[in-house]
């Protein structure tokens, strides 16, 4: 009997293609909780190795950076003596006006021990995780503003969706004005999505949290409109926000977590 | 065959440690070198189609799994696709020269990065996707594709002074013989 089709070293290719990309879709095309638990799977052996040459490679610069961290501790303290008496006079004013207080947070210092290798990688690891309480889509912010969120929590360390990342979006508010939109970051460039036309946004207004989401709690800061520019075809104004946060310099952040957490 | 393996995940290994740390300190503007990249590359060159496309995908997954477990997929098939294109015209393409393999990278890390960040917005090639591609895709390829040919400048120089008598001489004897 003739055999209809021999598999040749020259198909041998198509076939390891084709498998290799079918086995890619079907992987692309499972939901959120099994691609975390194979993920789980697949990073076992890099974290260690990486957090490893992260601080090897942060030796080098820890001379430079405690001298530059004690002038910073200094101006600090200062800033803080100033904030604790605007917290004193705040307080007082909220009790005479009645408001209820706002959920307070607590800060919780991580090291970033890792970031996506990919250029466009929008993640960063840090040392944090189950022992300090670090939960999912818990905030994360440095000292400049709003840095992302926990989207998981493995062990000793976490993972912060950066919020460069389109799937990060924050409900947002123009400071000035009290314009409420959404901002989205895409490529490289975030937008605030839905100014209507008549909303009074100008280039150099600071744009924060309004706290709306339910995940990030307000006055954080995003960053600065770099550009409005209007079209009388649309409805809606174009934004678009320079972030707060330089992502690239990133060292350590903060997870933001509620006293009740 | 087991020795080989074992080797190409070490440097692996070692090649995605240095991408996160040592080759940000060599970004222009936020643009670096894309070493996995070129590491597969240099793989699927040596290895041909098949084992580029096996490759392409393990180093997609596990980079995928570690960094954008949301992603989970994307990368696999992006670079699946990198290693078997790579393998594949680099047996039908004259690639003696480094300037013409550092051609040839360039070429293959724009068609990478159209299909991941294609992926990963399922269609929506929007003003985002183009801007991506020329802001970030062009000026990373032509990174990636310069210290491509210079590694492989550097390499053909050694092999030309007899330092290397590995793979490089023996494919050119090769050549000469047949």
């Known amino acids: 009997m003739q055999v209809p089709f021999r598999l040749t070293a020259a198909h041998l290719k198509y076939v390891v293609l084709i498998f290799t990309l079918l086995l890619s879709l079907i992987i692309m095309g499972l939901n959120q909780r ?70 307070p947070y607590r800060l919780v210092p991580a090291e970033i021990i890792g970031r996506g290798p990919e250029r466009s990688a929008n993640s960063l690891i840090i040392d944090s995780g189950e022992a300090e309480g670090i939960r999912v889509n818990q905030p994360v912010i440095s000292a400049e503003g709003l840095v992302g969120r926990i989207i998981e929590v493995r062990g000793g360390r976490s993972t912060v969706l950066l919020l460069l990342d389109p799937n990060c979006r924050a409900s947002s508010l123009v400071e000035r004005s009290k314009v409420y939109s959404l901002m989205e970051c895409d490529g490289g460039r975030c937008y605030l999505k839905g100014v209507p036309l008549y909303a009074d ?50 060292k350590e952040v903060f997870v933001l977590q509620r006293e009740e957490d | 065959m087991a020795q080989k393996i074992i080797k190409y995940l070490l440097v692996f290994l070692l090649v995605t440690i240095l991408q996160s740390t040592v080759v940000d300190a060599f970004s222009i503007q936020g643009i670096k070198p894309d070493l996995i990249l070129f590491f597969l590359f240099y793989i699927a060159l040596k290895e041909g189609p098949v084992w580029g496309a096996i490759w392409g995908f393990i180093f997609g997954l596990t980079i995928d799994s570690t960094y954008t477990p949301l992603q989970l997929g994307i990368g696999s098939f ?56 020329l802001t970030k895709t062009l000026p990373a390829a032509a990174y990636t594709a310069i210290l491509g040919g210079g590694i492989y400048y550097l390499l053909k120089r050694q092999a030309e002074k007899g330092y290397i008598i590995g793979s490089l001489k023996g494919k050119e004897e090769a050549g000469r013989g047949a």
């Not at chain 1, 006055?219 to 104004?237: A, P, Q």
């Not at chain 2, 992006?78 to 594949?88: K, M």
């Open chain 1, 201 to 250: 946004v100008q280039k150099g207004d600071v744009v924060v949290t309004s706290g709306w989401g339910g995940i990030f709690p307000p006055n954080l800061r995003l960053g600065t409109v770099r550009r409005v520019s209007t079209r009388k075809s649309k409805l809606l104004k174009e934004v678009e926000v320079k972030p707060a946060v330089d992502f690239t310099g990133l």
């Open chain 2, 78 to 133: 992006s670079q699946a696709s990198f290693g078997f294109l790579a393998g594949n015209w680099g047996d039908k393409i004259y690639l003696e020269t480094p300037r013409s393999k550092s051609l040839f990278l360039f070429s293959l890390v724009i068609i990478h990065d159209i299909l991941r960040y294609g992926l990963g917005r399922i269609g929506d090639c929007g003003l985002a996707f183009w801007h991506l591609l």
């Open chain 1, 34 to 103: 099994e691609k975390t638990q194979l993920a789980k799977a697949g990073s076992l052996a890099f974290i260690p190795a990486q957090r490893l040459l992260f601080y090897l490679v942060r030796m080098g610069n820890i001379y430079e950076e405690n001298r530059r961290l004690r002038l910073l501790n200094t101006k600090l303290s200062l800033e803080v003596r100033r904030m604790e008496h605007l917290k004193e006079e705040n307080d007082r004013l909220r009790k005479i006006l009645n408001f209820k207080e706002r959920a």
